[in-house]
């Protein structure tokens, strides 16, 4: 069965400290990947997706993550989080129509 | 503004209670969603529109029953729940059922059954 799954459960850390994500998924072929991301209070939104192309992938407010094929891996990366960052964030993977999410990992980060 | 709207936000129902949880996307798209999202575990796609025809009940018990009249509004029609029902359900839109497309997700109800 097709599985997404995320190393962290909750990751605390200091303002301008550097963030990874970690993400792993279990699809064969083609894959299209995304990371979610949901703000306290608010909906889920999209921070960037990856289709094909450069597996280097930029998304929004600075986040970037990295697809690499052999391991199965879209990493999130920021270099410098922000207080704002405090979220809980969500890999997920799709090779049809369904969209399969990991469990989510918390985010909080202390100013 | 996320373009897709759900009510109500909060819904408390007794277990022998039925009631609606409505859907609606201002954004134009042809496929929507219901998935179900529980504490501390992925989101569970429960159901998929594409074009107002079903195309995926992922297990779903039948005490669930979504009704699409259209390919703006989603509703998903609740009976004789039980409390492990309770979670939040979101819904979800896109341009179309592609895999490469992005969805966009409204705020969710967040459902207790007692």
């Known amino acids: 069965a097709q599985s997404v799954s995320q190393h962290n459960h909750h990751v605390i850390l200091s303002e301008a400290a550097s963030l990874e994500l970690g993400c792993n998924y279990s699809y064969g072929g083609t894959v299209n990947l995304f990371w979610y991301v949901q703000y306290p209070g608010q909906h889920l939104q999209l921070l960037l997706k990856y289709f094909s192309g450069d597996p280097l992938v930029k998304g929004i407010k600075g986040f970037e993550a990295e697809f690499i094929k052999s391991k199965f891996s879209f990493n999130l990366r920021k270099p410098s989080v922000q207080w704002s960052d405090t979220a809980e964030y969500f890999c997920?993977?799709?090779?049809?129509?369904?969209?399969?999410f990991g469990a989510g990992t918390t985010v909080t980060v202390r100013a | 503004e996320t373009g897709v709207t759900q009510t109500p936000r909060h819904l408390v129902m007794g277990m022998t209670n039925k009631k609606s949880l409505k859907c609606e996307q201002h954004?134009?798209?042809?496929?929507m969603y219901w998935y179900k999202q529980s504490a501390k575990k992925p989101l569970e796609l429960m159901f998929v529109y594409n074009f107002k025809e079903q195309t995926e009940n992922n297990s779903v018990p039948s005490r669930f029953s979504p009704e699409c009249p259209n390919s703006s509004h989603l509703f998903l029609h609740l009976h004789t729940l039980q409390p492990e029902d309770s979670a939040l359900y979101l819904c979800a839109s896109s341009q179309d059922g592609l895999s490469n497309n992005e969805q966009f997700f409204g705020p969710g109800t967040r459902l207790t059954v007692l």
């Open positions: 997920a993977a799709s090779n049809d129509y369904k969209l399969s």
């Open positions: 954004l134009g798209h042809n496929a």
